[in-house]
């Protein structure tokens, strides 16, 4: 890890009861921590049986819109729902990070809608509010995971910056497994904008 990242430890871990897409229901285990560079509330939700070598893993990156209210706008509730189902399949962790609008807040995502409603893409429109494109950093993700002794992962995503990061703070991606692609007629555009800003790798059709 990092210098720059001092090592955290868990905080407290509560069984819950998670109710997955098929209408199942599995325990998970919801880690908190202590030590968090940002100070933020995350959250590290263990899903399924341990494993034998590393485990499926995915950083969720938090959004009201998608995940609670059921947004089409972004892919980000379907992202959740799948990344839930498969790591209980096959045992791993979700890692739940408070990082809305890719870091630049609530609020300020809710600007950049507008923007967006005007024909900026999902990454200039953050621009034009005066945040970086991306401002998400996944220190946090590479300490939640040492703290839980999970420093070797196979990474749930398509987006490679993740991976990257993980692997510049001393975490072993050992492989990147790939995500379905939801697309919803009013998400196009932001998947296309993923795919040509941030080399996502997912096919959109026009």
Known sequence: MSAAAPRATVRARVPVPIA????????????TFDGLV???EHVAVELGEPVHGPPLV??????LTGDVLGSERCDCGPQLAEGLARIAAAGGVLLYLRQEGRGIGLYAKLDAYLL???GLDTYDANV????GADERDYTVAAQMLVALGRTSVRLLTNNPDKAEQLA????????????????????????????RRAAHTIEVAG
Do not use: M, W
Not at 58 to 63: F, K, Y
Not at 128 to 131: R, T, V
């Open 38 to 40: 940002d100070g933020r």
């Open 58 to 63: 995915r950083l969720h990156s938090e959004c």
């Open 116 to 118: 967006q409603d005007t």
């Open 168 to 195: 510049r703070l001393g975490i072993d991606v050992v492989a990147r497994v790939p995500t379905g692609v939801h697309r919803r007629e009013a998400n196009v555009r932001y998947l296309q904008a993923k795919v």
């Open 20 to 31: 997955l897409p098929d209408g199942s229901t599995v325990l998970g285990h919801l880690t």
């Open 128 to 131: 034009a509010l005066g945040f």
